[in-house]
């Protein structure tokens, strides 16, 4: 089971990000910006921590909802993050200028920041050939060479997606498969689909640097199985709340790993 403190560490990152100007926003078929303005945050998108020591998850809601309103705002929830790692919820104010000091001074607010635009690292061309072999640079190839080749090893994969029909990552999905299940996220932040499929390239090469059964270039772990959360669309950025929204679920699966090759020079 993955431990979790690595859970919290993941989501202190996501608030602790440093971010940087990024072009003007352009806002896809569903709604999510592709690019955000400004600072790389969504403007009015607000991730909420709640404290329940002393109210519950819903009075904590309908308190922030209140307070804010009494000043002109209005409150809508994107998102309800419900685990026994992280209760809060993803809103948008309209109306006021509110910050993140006037949400964290609200009764039962533990802590509050920005909803982040988080960017995908310089692109990835798994065609071009490598001038250098990372197993023997890492010692992976000893390792298969022992037989270890990660069997019965759960990783789950936060990414763009997977094209789990190519034939090195099994050619399919679900059981008897290497890749297991997988849910969108992206597309539905509250109600995922479980078609992962990938149009990016990013998270498909992500997979196959663990799981390749290609003789050629084989993965890393090629024995293991693959969860895998989609947090990314055809485009190069997502918001924070999508990428917390992936790790609850993928926590609560329990697996053996959890990885995100995410983030640009902004952080995540």
Same mark, same amino acid.
């Given at each position: ?19 940087? #100007?990024?072009?003007? +926003?352009?806002? !896809? ?15 009015? %998108?607000?991730?909420?921590? &709640? ?6 998850? %819903? ?18 929830? $994107? /998102? ?14 309209? =109306? ?11 009764? =039962?607010?533990?802590? #509050? @920041?920005? #909803? ?15 001038? @250098?072999? +990372? ?32 034939? #090195?990552?099994? =050619?399919?999905?679900?059981?008897? &498969?290497?890749? /297991?299940?997988? *849910?969108?996220? &992206?597309?539905?932040? $509250? ?9 990016? !390239?990013?998270? /498909? ?23 895998? &959360? ?20 993928? *926590? ?17």
């Amino acid at each position: 089971m993955l431990p979790l403190t690595i859970l919290t560490l993941g989501l202190a990152a996501l608030q602790t990000s440093s971010v940087q #100007a990024l072009k003007p +926003p352009t806002v !896809g078929s569903n709604g999510h910006t592709k690019q955000q303005a400004s600072f790389g945050t969504v403007p009015g %998108r607000f991730i909420v921590e &709640y404290d329940t020591s002393s109210l519950s998850k %819903r009075d904590v809601l309908e308190s922030v909802a209140s307070s804010l309103s009494e000043s002109g705002v209005d409150v809508s929830v $994107n /998102t309800d993050f419900d685990s026994s790692v992280f209760q809060g919820a993803s809103i948008t104010l309209t =109306g006021n200028d509110t910050t993140v000091d006037d949400l964290k001074a609200l009764a =039962g607010v533990r802590n #509050a @920041w920005p #909803a982040s635009v988080i960017t995908l690292d310089d692109e990835i061309k798994p065609n071009e050939p490598q001038s @250098w072999n +990372p197993h023997l640079l890492t010692g992976v190839q000893a390792i298969h060479d022992q037989g270890n080749k990660g069997s019965g090893v759960k990783i789950a994969i936060i990414d763009t997606g997977v094209d789990y029909t190519h034939p #090195a990552l099994g =050619g399919g999905i679900g059981e008897g &498969y290497p890749i /297991t299940h997988g *849910y969108d996220f &992206y597309s539905d932040i $509250n109600n995922p689909s479980n078609d992962p499929m990938d149009c990016n !390239g990013h998270g /498909t090469f992500v997979t196959s640097l663990i799981i390749s059964s290609d003789e050629k270039v084989p993965g890393v772990a090629p024995g293991a199985s693959v969860s895998f &959360y989609k947090v990314f669309g055809c485009e190069d950025s997502t918001t924070d709340d999508v990428i917390i929204a992936a790790m609850i679920k993928a *926590y609560e699966e329990k697996p053996d790993v959890m990885t995100l090759s995410l983030g640009s020079n902004q952080g995540l």
